[in-house]
């Protein structure tokens, strides 16, 4: 089992819908989880980052963990033309930070 | 703020050659990272330091070598190029307690071995 796992992509969402990416995670012990946004030829940029279980929200971005079902997802609000860009999952654990390979989101106008 | 900074911001190499690719940051981090992203496979850590004066292997560290030269400079030297080495590469940094904070990236540098 790969440590991060992230749903097969893309994602194509009509603007002002929600786009919704979920995250699984094998380390029971994982302690910190993030999501980075990355548009195409550029580097990870930081949207989230989210430590105990629940929701936390920020703007159009709400994240949500769940250490018992260990998962972690991240949902966009009113999806902007501007919210096309690969989403990376990233969680620690084992005194690393493993990344999952993204999930590509286009946002259609 | 420059936040992270690498250099170059492209390179071509042919097998066999040597080079290093340099990363500064000016946030007053202890910790910095070297990643490599490919299609498909996603981010890949190479080596990290945790503070000055130390490196630890990640998880891909074969074909590389990496000095932390300040708290400020942390290097990422391939001896001798090869093609799987045809990656993009990207420098992180994060305050104290690694893992718990967040990572900032550079730019990146894209690296072709022919």
């Known amino acids: 089992q790969k440590e991060v796992e992230q749903n097969s992509g893309p994602l194509s969402v009509p603007e002002g819908a929600i786009a919704s990416l979920n995250c699984t995670y094998s380390?029971?012990?994982?302690?910190?989880f993030f999501w980075y946004r990355q548009y195409s030829g550029k580097s990870p940029e930081l949207i989230m980052s989210?430590?105990?279980?629940g929701d936390k929200e920020d703007g159009r971005f709400t994240a949500q963990l769940n250490k018992a079902s260990q998962y972690v997802s991240l949902l966009i609000r009113d999806s902007q033309p501007s919210d096309s860009a690969t989403y990376l999952c990233a969680v620690y654990g084992n005194n690393r930070l493993a990344f999952g390979k993204g999930n590509q989101v286009v946002v259609i106008p | 703020n420059a936040g992270v900074t690498q250099t170059p911001k492209f390179q071509v190499l042919k097998t066999g050659q040597s080079m290093t690719l340099q990363c500064a940051q000016d946030m007053n981090h202890n910790s910095m990272y070297w990643y490599r992203q490919d299609p498909g496979m996603g981010l890949r850590l190479i080596y990290y330091s945790a503070s000055e004066g130390t490196t630890d292997k990640g998880e891909v560290p074969n074909g590389y070598n990496v000095s932390r030269l300040n708290k400020r400079e942390f290097s990422l030297r391939l001896e001798s190029a090869a093609p799987s080495q045809t990656s993009v590469y990207f420098c992180?940094?994060?305050?104290?307690?690694?893992?718990?904070?967040?990572?900032?990236f550079g730019d990146g540098t894209r690296l072709s071995i022919l």
């Open positions: 380390d029971r012990g994982s302690q910190s």
């Open positions: 992180a940094s994060s305050e104290a307690g690694t893992g718990y904070k967040p990572q900032h």
């Open positions: 989210i430590y105990s279980n």
